[in-house]
């Protein structure tokens, strides 16, 4: 028996309202360029939006001019979508309540998580939008989840509850010390005053 090994999300596809709300969230509020769109191969009476959400991957939503925005919470049982979640710089991040309240849009506030800072919000239809911003930047060829995985083994040998700030600089000096030669012997902590 063999894995169907995956090398990322290929894309997400999102039951969308009409063409126009669809364009104005994702492109208009969200910054994400409309790259093209066609009709949904697999139903004529819906058309099938394309959008970069900044890594060249791709969100798409099936639109149909008959459906209106429904703003109340999408479904949260087993098997559904909670929420999505996109990757915003801290400078982005810093003005997002701002830009939230310019335009009315209720939100829950900046949520620290450890790692990362949070706000959530819905979109015309419902579902829950995370933006969220990381705290640190990997060192130079590793990821995010590299980090993240020794963030978390030092957490659990620490007993802690969750990822916190320590966890997260001491996981980036292991990842450096594995990943970069050096020519001293010694790379234990000195104190040079």
Known sequence: MRKLQTQGVHHITLTGADRQTSIDFWEGLLGMPFIFDQPNLDNPDEGHLYFDPGDGRLITIFTNETRTPDPTRTPTEPGCVH???????????????TRLDERGVDHSGVRDRGFMDSIYFKDPLGLLIELASYKFFPPEGCTHADVMIEAHRLRVARGDYNIA????????????????QSLSADRSPKNPY
Request: charged residues 25%; aromatic residues 6%.
């Open 83 to 97: 929420h999505v979640a996109f990757n915003v710089s801290k400078a982005v991040f810093s003005q997002v309540v």
């Open 165 to 180: 700030e320590e966890h997260l600089a001491d996981a980036i000096e292991l990842l450096v010390e594995r990943r970069q």
